[in-house]
């Protein structure tokens, strides 16, 4: 789980470089300044390619914070850990 | 390169001294990764400047050529799709595909291709990179997908004839559709989803294969100078001291096409100015013969020097760049035998070693690509070709400078080259000037090098100048082998820029310039703007002689102390500037 938070902040710091890792953990999504749809389309591209998941747009504004999407991406990662 | 590594690319800290490189990206679609793309990749490959796209509106590609977001961009990336020359054509209009409609659309991207085509025109003579549709054509014509319709046809018909006519153009690159075939699979590069969510058209794959093939062509290209080359299983197939001049082989009847094809590429390669030389382990006299033989295709005339004894190969190698005065990293050398390979590397870490592949087809071809890749240029000119004969003759003239004749030595040989040197204004046109500037390493005033957005401020600014220098003496007219370029401010002379060609050393045309810098502008000092560079040595040594030990900065150098060390200068100078 640690492991995945770290890549997941990875991707949010990468995408958000200008704001401070403690400021993103305590954000919602979309009280991230320069948040907008691009950004949620960018981060979905790369939680693809990080992680072999897919995900929706709709699935970031259900989730909303960055905990939550953690979360969501530990427990398909699971999932598929058990498929296999 | 994940999406996360090239934002992590991206967002790595950059000083403050690093220049930008601006790029202007043209294109109808939303451009999401391409822009990260572009911006890493053109990064990891600048990595001292720091890489700034900017780009126009959704939808509004011909818009965004005339309205120029950014008028400081060095150079405008245009990439092209389907859509952009007619909105039918793209996923995300519903205009009706009936047959009816074909031939409108055909004639709505006809009028599309004039008018970017003109907008690319306007934009001269910022350099340009274009990029035609790579997208597959959606199914429109009433044919079956296997079968080329008479629409597609016509509208492919269409592309290329633009194309060719935009190759003719200077200050523009197209990129190859055969290339981005090989690189980015046909299949793989559209993406639905995104393109009807966003409007972003490409797969990650597929954006970033673009953005790689962009760079390498928006950035400047380093081309490699010269090759040294094998001759046994090499050049030719077969040992010469085995089998003689005779039958040694480099055709199908011998099934040693390869060796032919690799013969027919050197020479191509020296008539764009390419240097070539030889390094073999055989016996010189016999190396003669063979290529005098009248079927080999590479002219012994494109061949100097040629290294033929039994001594180590690196000692060869070693006497071919002190011949043709560069270093190990602007040179290839190939050989087919391993050992012989790591000889050199080991002595030259720096060269890039080739192993020939004697008995490999495919890896010849991919040897024969490679070097265009290494070797290719935008343009090329007369004096590419002569640069080989010069370096013969400088080599001529150190020799005979030596000997010298009536005991005088240098003097009285300098006094008998019957040389002409000529000061006359750079244009933008003058690819040689531009290229001079950009890869001489040894006399060169500062390292510094030239966007092609700054050598067009150089050449039209007021105050500037840049000026080339030719020369031509009793062996030969040798070409551009000089730039100057600097600025008068107050009356006070500054040069920032100056190179000259190592084919020109030993002839004291580094004095003229500095002559000429005092006599046109009527200066009583010039300020240099010099930098010490590790490949610089040859320049420092010639200020050294009139300034003593250097600064790590600029320097002044005053009329009356040059006047003092200069030495006695023969040439007849030609001045065509007003």
């Known amino acids: ?84 | 390169m994940t999406l996360l590594e090239a934002f992590q690319i991206i967002n790595r800290p950059q000083t403050e001294q690093d220049k930008q490189f601006r790029i202007q990206l043209v294109c109808g679609f939303t451009p999401l990764h391409l822009v990260t793309f572009l911006r890493a990749h053109g990064q990891l490959r600048a990595p001292c400047r720091r890489v700034v796209v900017s780009h126009g509106l959704y939808g509004d590609l011909v818009g965004n050529l005339h309205r120029d977001e950014d008028p400081a961009s060095d150079a405008c990336a245009l990439v092209v799709e389907w859509s952009d020359l007619d909105p039918r054509l793209g996923l995300r209009s519903a205009g009706g595909w009936e047959p009816t409609r074909l031939w409108e659309i055909r004639q709505s991207v006809q009028v599309q291709l004039a008018r970017i085509h003109d907008a690319v025109l306007a934009k001269a003579p910022q350099p340009a990179v274009v990029v035609l549709p790579t997208l597959p054509l959606l199914p429109v014509p009433y044919t079956r997908p296997g079968q080329l319709s008479v629409f597609e046809a016509g509208l492919r018909a269409d592309l290329a004839s633009f194309a060719a006519s935009l190759t003719e153009c200077a200050h523009v690159r197209l990129l190859s559709g055969a290339e981005i075939d090989l690189r980015s699979a046909p299949s793989t590069r559209l993406d639905v989803a995104s393109e009807l969510a966003v409007g972003f058209p490409y797969t990650l794959s597929h954006a970033e294969h673009l953005a790689v093939l962009l760079v390498e062509f928006l950035l400047a290209h380093t081309r490699k100078k010269g090759i040294i080359t094998d001759l046994d299983d090499t050049l030719w197939k077969g040992i010469l001291g085995d089998v003689g001049p005779d039958q040694v082989g480099w055709t199908l009847d011998c099934k040693a096409q390869i060796h032919g094809l690799y013969q027919q590429m050197l020479a191509s390669l020296a008539a764009s100015g390419i240097l070539l030389a030889v390094a073999s382990k055989n016996n010189a006299d016999l190396v003669e013969v063979a290529f005098a033989r009248y079927d080999m295709l590479l002219p012994r005339r494109c061949v100097f020097p040629i290294e033929a004894n039994w001594g180590p190969k690196s000692d060869s190698v070693a006497r071919v760049l002190k011949v043709w005065n560069i270093g190990a990293d602007d040179v290839l050398f190939i050989d087919d035998s391993p050992m012989e390979i790591a000889e050199v590397q080991s002595a030259y870490p720096a060269i890039q070693s080739i192993r020939f592949p004697k008995d490999d087809s495919h890896a010849a071809w991919e040897l024969l690509k490679h070097l265009r890749d290494q070797f290719g240029a935008q343009q090329i000119d007369a004096e590419d070709a002569i640069r080989l004969e010069s370096l013969r003759t400088r080599a001529q003239i150190e020799s005979q400078s030596v000997s010298g004749s009536g005991g005088n030595g240098v003097e009285a040989f300098l006094a008998a080259l019957q040389a002409e040197i000529t000061f006359s204004l750079c244009s933008a046109g003058d690819s040689r000037s531009f290229t001079l500037l950009n890869k001489t390493n040894q006399f060169n005033l500062n390292g510094q090098r030239l966007s092609e957005a700054e050598w067009i401020h150089l050449l039209t600014s007021n105050g500037h100048f840049a000026v080339k220098v030719q020369y031509r003496d009793r062996f030969g007219f040798q070409g551009t082998i000089a730039i100057l370029g600097g600025q008068i401010v107050h009356d006070q002379i500054f040069v920032d820029h100056w190179v000259m060609s190592c084919r020109a050393f030993s002839r004291r045309i580094e004095h003229h310039c500095l002559n000429w810098v005092f006599q046109h502008f009527k200066g009583k000092e010039i300020t240099l703007r010099f930098s010490p560079t590790p490949r610089n040595g040859p320049l420092q040594e010639f200020l050294t002689a009139f300034l003593g030990p250097l600064p790590f900065s600029s320097l002044t150098i005053t009329r009356d102390v040059f006047q003092n060390s200069c030495p006695a200068l023969y040439h007849r100078v030609v001045e065509t500037i007003a």
Do not use: N, Y
């Open chain 1, 1 to 84: 789980m640690s492991d995945i938070r770290e890549r997941v902040m990875s991707c949010f710091c990468s995408l958000f470089p200008t704001l401070s890792r403690e400021a993103l953990q305590k954000s919602s999504l979309e009280a991230i300044p320069d948040w907008d749809s691009l950004s949620g389309v960018v981060l979905l591209a790369m939680i693809q390619q990080e992680f072999h998941i897919s995900m929706e747009p709709i699935d970031l504004e259900h989730l909303g914070s960055i905990q939550s999407v953690i979360e969501h991406i530990a427990a398909h990662a699971i999932a598929d850990a058990d498929e296999t």
